[in-house]
């Protein structure tokens, strides 16, 4: 049997050495989508990687009777036809442990980024600073802190648990929602601890975390889970992030919440057009912003890597 890999997407150094090392030849360079079912024939791929940019659906499946394996470097696998490729034989694996603790972090970063407008000073103080320094101290002056305030994660699974561990180390209350867990055990660790500290959260009704949340974040596969519906039931100025798929929230009814008052900030690392977002979106001047990089730390694309490395050895060797 053939033992090349395309990681059309990519894969970390230390993943591809692992690949090689058990006899595997892995090729990164990257196949344009409409040319992918033509290069894993040509060239004999039993695999293929990805993260979101390369759909593999049905009519490459189809198309390519000698692929054995789809691998996801990531956690949602909707760029993949999952249950077709199964119901053909085909091993389709994830690696959705890899990025949580950093999809977490720019929760957080984006949180930090609006309490305390840094996304707005960092645009108007290279502009300004020198001639209207008073001005812009006390435009900024009325942030907020994060301790003592509600947060509320809408989806609970290993993202939604790595945004709870910061949010408890920061002082936070925590309120989840998920419609397919009932409690959770939070292991949190310290530094300089020996042992963890187990915080056990029961779920609540998506309604209950609307209504007390001063902040909610989404971490959900997919849907539209935010609509006009939604914000009527938040909180005056609640902040919201998504940081999981574009979609989650009808982008028309964020920016009419926004212009209301009834968000104060909104933080945004997923958009419903990428690669081409909304330029009432990015242009507006209550949401932070960022390019869908969520797992994208070094230290989680070598988890992946690692994680897709071993996974694929162990279905195909």
């Known amino acids: ?17 692992l690949l090689e090392k058990a006899g595997f030849t892995v090729i990164t360079e990257k196949v344009a ?22 759909k593999i659906r049905k009519d490459i499946i189809d198309a390519c009777p000698g692929l054995k394996l789809i691998g996801r470097g990531g956690v949602g696998m909707d760029n993949i036809d999952v249950d077709y490729a199964r119901s053909k ?4 694996v994830n690696t959705p442990a890899a990025s949580s603790h950093s999809v977490g972090e720019l929760v957080f970063a984006h949180l930090f980024n609006s309490a305390r407008f840094l996304y ?17 101290k006390k435009k900024y002056a009325k942030g907020i802190e994060l301790k003592g305030k509600t947060i509320g994660i809408i989806g609970f699974g290993r993202i939604g648990q790595a945004v709870a561990k910061i ?5 936070m209350k925590v ?44 971490h959900v596969p997919g849907g539209k889970v935010i609509t006009k519906k939604e ?33 104060a900030h909104a933080a945004l690392d997923v958009f419903e057009n990428e690669p ?33 490395a071993e996974l694929i050895i162990a279905k195909l060797s």
């Open 120 to 136: 707005d000073s960092n645009r108007q103080m290279p502009v300004s600073g020198d001639t209207q320094f008073d001005a812009l």
């Open 167 to 171: 949010a408890l180390g920061c002082g």
């Open 33 to 54: 989508q409409e040319n992918v079912a033509k290069a894993i024939n040509e060239q004999n791929y039993v695999g293929i990687t990805v993260r979101s940019a390369t």
């Open 89 to 92: 034989g085909i091993e389709v």
């Open 276 to 308: 081409a977002p909304k330029k009432e979106l990015l242009s507006h001047p209550k949401i932070s912003l960022t390019p869908h990089i969520g797992a994208a730390t070094e230290e989680a694309q070598e988890r992946i890597g690692v994680e897709l």
């Open 175 to 218: 309120l989840a929602f998920d419609p397919f867990l009932q409690e959770a055990t939070i292991n949190l660790e310290i530094f300089g601890v020996p042992d963890k500290i187990s915080i056990k959260l029961q779920t609540v009704s998506l309604e209950k975390l609307l209504a007390e949340s001063d902040f909610i974040t989404l």
């Open 231 to 263: 914000f009527a039931l938040m909180k005056d100025g609640v902040f919201i992030v998504n940081a999981a798929r574009g979609g989650v929230i009808d982008e028309n009814d964020l920016i009419e919440a926004l212009n209301s008052g009834k968000v």
């Open 1 to 17: 049997m053939s033992k090349k890999i395309l990681a059309n997407d990519g894969i970390d150094p230390i993943g591809k050495a």
